[in-house]
């Protein structure tokens, strides 16, 4: 992932809540929720199930903790938990892969729009994106994550994340071009 | 309504905060779990306590076959000190109770004149008296320092309050005991 600002901040309170002490844990959560929050709801496009994942989350999270290796990041880590508990729920099949022949072919994960567009109807249009294609779409396009590192988190191959961005750029673009629905 | 407006899918916010604060039933949760996580040292110190009694129990009998049964009326009056401090129908209280300076003041009274005691006795009954008297106060020690880590446990509170009280009664049977043989 991309350098994150916070992370000094964290080591400290992550070490005192490691010896269990709850307030450094809630500073944790203070600081880290609408992030996890974010990245929840737009996995799994539900209010009240991102809500729900967000505390699994955080109590996974909690229990966890003396397992965290200090050298890692904590927002890294806790957003692994964060998409985990996301699959957990979603409790369906897991959908069919997409694979590519070429894993290098989509490895730029930003996107840029010829002119600019609206956030909500940005949102929408990342809502109406099939499952695979949203999820790789918010990691790495996002959240900013590695094909790597996003792969790992959903349990998928690096190539079938690339081609599941590609796919949801596509998509994005298409949806965006003719108003979303 | 208009939103702002994006170039970069990278400008959407990152951070959605929740629409509620979600803290509370993750503090729950974490209660609960460093209640579990307690449970298994507070089954520990289920199997220390017998230990720290009969640390303090043997130290009381190894003083009191010593000794023999010489009790003298003032030790009631010491013993009435510490019910005095620590009532019996709040357990709650009793700790704190039996720290009441009048009660300190008689114990440390009755440890000097036993101290005094000891230095005219045999070295090797001085010897014997003197580690079974400090095996009894490292045993209380230890029981308030338990008191000390769980304040509101009942056993604990009794163990404390007997063994006060036996400290009491063999610390009045030590200092009386010569006064017994003249």
Same mark, same amino acid.
């Given at each position: 992932?991309?350098?994150?600002?916070?992370?000094?901040?964290?080591?400290?309170? /992550?070490?005192?809540?490691?010896?269990?002490?709850?307030?450094?844990?809630?500073?944790?959560?203070?600081?880290? /929720?609408?992030?996890?929050? %974010?990245?929840?709801?737009?996995?799994?496009?539900?209010?009240?199930?991102?809500?729900?994942?967000? &505390?699994?989350?955080?109590?996974? @999270?909690?229990?966890?903790?003396?397992?965290?290796?200090?050298?890692?990041?904590?927002?890294?880590?806790?957003?692994?938990?964060?998409?985990?508990? /996301?699959?957990?729920?979603?409790?369906?099949?897991?959908?069919?892969?997409?694979?590519?022949?070429?894993?290098?072919?989509?490895?730029?994960?930003?996107? /840029?729009?010829?002119?600019?567009?609206?956030?909500?109807?940005?949102?929408? @249009?990342?809502?109406?994106?099939? &499952? %695979?294609?949203?999820?790789?779409?918010?990691?790495?396009?996002?959240? %900013?994550?590695?094909? &790597? #590192?996003?792969?790992?988190?959903?349990?998928?191959?690096? %190539?079938?994340?690339?081609? &599941?961005?590609?796919?949801?750029?596509?998509?994005?673009? #298409?949806?965006?071009?003719?108003?979303?629905? | 309504?208009?939103? !702002?407006?994006?170039?970069?899918?990278?400008?959407?916010? +990152?951070?959605?905060?929740?629409? !509620?604060?979600?803290?509370?039933?993750?503090?729950? =949760?974490?209660?609960?779990?460093?209640?579990?996580?307690?449970?298994?040292?507070?089954?520990?110190?289920?199997?220390?306590?017998?230990?720290?009694? $009969?640390?303090? *129990?043997?130290?009381?009998?190894?003083?009191?076959?010593?000794?023999?049964?010489?009790?003298?009326?003032?030790?009631?009056?010491?013993?009435?000190?510490?019910?005095? =401090?620590?009532?019996?129908?709040? =357990?709650?209280?009793?700790?704190? *109770?039996? !720290?009441?300076?009048?009660?300190?003041?008689?114990?440390?009274?009755?440890?000097?004149?036993?101290?005094?005691?000891?230095?005219?006795?045999?070295?090797?009954?001085?010897?014997?008296?003197? =580690?079974?008297?400090?095996?009894?106060?490292? *045993?209380?020690?230890?029981?308030?320092?338990?008191?000390? +880590?769980?304040?509101?446990?009942? $056993?604990?509170?009794?163990? $404390?309050?007997?063994?006060?009280?036996?400290?009491?009664?063999?610390?009045?049977?030590?200092?009386? *005991?010569? !006064?017994?043989? $003249?």
């Amino acid at each position: 992932m991309k350098p994150d600002t916070v992370v000094n901040f964290d080591v400290a309170l /992550v070490e005192r809540a490691r010896g269990g002490d709850a307030k450094a844990f809630e500073r944790l959560y203070r600081e880290h /929720v609408g992030r996890v929050h %974010g990245l929840c709801l737009r996995m799994t496009r539900n209010p009240d199930t991102a809500a729900d994942c967000v &505390q699994d989350a955080f109590i996974k @999270a909690w229990k966890a903790l003396p397992r965290f290796e200090a050298r890692a990041s904590f927002s890294t880590w806790l957003h692994r938990i964060a998409v985990n508990t /996301v699959l957990e729920k979603r409790r369906g099949p897991a959908k069919a892969e997409i694979s590519v022949e070429d894993p290098g072919e989509y490895e730029e994960p930003t996107m /840029v729009f010829d002119t600019p567009v609206e956030e909500e109807e940005l949102e929408a @249009a990342i809502e109406s994106l099939p &499952q %695979g294609a949203r999820d790789a779409l918010v990691l790495c396009g996002l959240y %900013g994550y590695e094909h &790597q #590192e996003a792969a790992s988190m959903l349990g998928i191959a690096v %190539g079938t994340c690339k081609a &599941q961005l590609h796919r949801a750029r596509g998509l994005l673009k #298409e949806r965006l071009e003719r108003g979303v629905r | 309504m208009t939103t !702002r407006r994006v170039k970069d899918l990278a400008e959407l916010p +990152r951070d959605i905060p929740p629409a !509620r604060d979600l803290w509370p039933a993750i503090a729950e =949760a974490i209660r609960a779990d460093l209640a579990m996580k307690a449970v298994p040292d507070s089954r520990r110190r289920v199997g220390w306590w017998p230990a720290v009694g $009969l640390a303090a *129990s043997v130290a009381l009998v190894a003083v009191g076959v010593f000794i023999g049964k010489n009790f003298k009326q003032d030790q009631d009056q010491a013993l009435a000190a510490i019910h005095t =401090a620590a009532p019996d129908n709040d =357990a709650g209280m009793i700790k704190a *109770s039996l !720290r009441q300076a009048e009660y300190e003041k008689q114990r440390d009274q009755l440890w000097t004149e036993v101290q005094a005691k000891l230095n005219t006795m045999p070295p090797a009954e001085r010897e014997k008296v003197g =580690a079974s008297l400090a095996t009894l106060k490292k *045993s209380i020690k230890d029981i308030e320092d338990a008191l000390g +880590r769980d304040p509101a446990n009942a $056993l604990l509170q009794e163990l $404390l309050v007997n063994s006060s009280q036996e400290e009491m009664r063999v610390l009045t049977t030590v200092r009386d *005991s010569g !006064r017994q043989e $003249l």
